[in-house]
């Protein structure tokens, strides 16, 4: 398994709340029509290590469909169908990589080091400095690199 960009967390609303902190960006991630300013607030936060950051990026957030938003978002919270990700990585029998920004805008990166891993690759979180929610895409060749490596030891 690898992580990029989102400590486990949930379900519920208070374990949730206490990864991600509210803030006016929240209502593109959980509303369905959220204000079209906060719509680019968002993808210039979710890319902000890349430059320029592709129209596309921003195109496609902007159709992406409210209601989808909105469903996830109640589901994610509420529902007893979704599986406590902490104790899924605290049980987990193979390998996780977790390949984090060290500039992560949405959440405490470095929070991820006090979570339980079983078997959390080279045993502590890859951190990828100057990088931001999406290393992947902010760096790929330094996050190509540690996938390599990751999977090469498998």
Known sequence: MILPGTPPCGPGAEEILSVFPPSDLTAVVTGEA???ELVSQYVHA???GTKPIPEEFFAAARRFDG???RIF???FLMSDEVKPQRRVVAEWQKPIAVIEGDEEPFF???S???LTWKNLWRGKVQYIAGSGHA???EQPARYAALLAEFLNGL
Do not use: W
Request: no cysteine.
């Open 34 to 36: 959220p204000p079209p």
């Open 112 to 114: 991820l080091d006090a």
């Open 67 to 69: 209601r989808m938003r």
């Open 108 to 110: 405490v990166a470095k």
């Open 135 to 137: 290393p992947f895409f």
């Open 73 to 75: 978002s109640e589901h």
């Open 46 to 48: 979710l890319y902000g």
